[in-house]
């Protein structure tokens, strides 16, 4: 069994992090807003370094197709919470055995006003890794398991442009990660203590196979699209 690496076990239990500035600019409301969850799940890849799951939906769908996301969706009545839901729904997505899975922290949750829902990350690490892959055809398209370290290369970094949108983008193994994940990924990186300099000068338009119908043309939009990938 492999334990979780020292910087992860240091981010689970920082006690900081509603402070970092986008997490202070998107506060969840005290009520109104629906509940999600999501699971950042990091474990030892069959080449010793760690990787965190990630998602591709699939590109049939008719809201946000190809959108790269991590395993999560809405709270049902059911869930134990933000956790039971992030462990269920990634059950559903990728066959992920929840008791597998060590929880080292729900983080505050992040409210995305446009789409009116409050999202909770969960940290989670998976000691022993189990093969995983898509369950669902028609809702996912791809499941990967992407290196940390390949995440931090700069040359994998660039900002992701789309009308007056501006934020992080990442792209590894053909994985076009924008939006709330790669939001996501930048600040828990960040956190972490991990970010190396990279170039955020270097822009990239917002290709053509990850936006939703409505997008396709369109180069302006009132909100700012940090909901793309929402689950």
């Given at each position: ?18 402070a970092?500035p986008?997490?202070a600019e998107h ?24 990787d ?6 699939a590109?049939?769908l008719r809201s946000?197709p190809?959108?790269v ?12 919470g933000p ?17 597998g ?7 505050p ?37 992407v290196?940390?370290e390949d995440?931090l290369?700069?040359?994998h ?10 934020g992080?983008g990442?792209?590894v ?7 709330f994940?790669?939001?996501?990924l930048?600040t ?6 991990l970010?190396r300099?990279w170039?955020?000068a ?12 409505w ?14 990938d929402?689950?």
């Open positions: 069994m492999t334990s979780a690496p020292v910087w992860l076990r240091r981010l689970a239990t920082r006690a900081d992090v509603a970092h986008w997490f506060p969840a409301p005290p009520e109104g807003a629906r509940s999600s969850a999501v699971l950042v799940l990091f474990g030892p890849g069959p080449d010793g370094r760690t965190v799951v990630l998602t591709e939906r590109h049939t946000h190809g959108q996301s991590f395993p999560g969706g809405r709270m049902d009545p059911g869930d134990d956790v039971g839901a992030a462990l269920r729904e990634a059950q559903e997505e990728v066959g992920l055995e929840p008791a899975v060590e929880v080292l922290a729900a983080l949750a992040l409210h995305l006003a446009p789409s009116g829902n409050a999202v909770t990350p969960v940290l989670g690490w998976w000691p022993r890794p189990v093969p995983v892959g898509v369950v669902d055809t028609a809702e996912v398209a791809r499941v990967d398991r290196a940390v995440l290369d700069p040359r970094r660039f900002t992701t442009v789309f009308g007056p949108y501006r992080p990442f792209e193994d053909g994985l076009f990660v924008w939006g994940t790669a939001m996501l930048d828990l990186l960040d956190l972490a203590g970010t300099p170039d955020h270097h822009e990239r338009a917002l290709p053509d196979r990850v936006r939703s119908p997008m396709r043309g369109a180069e302006e939009r009132p909100d700012p699209p940090e909901t793309e929402t689950p």
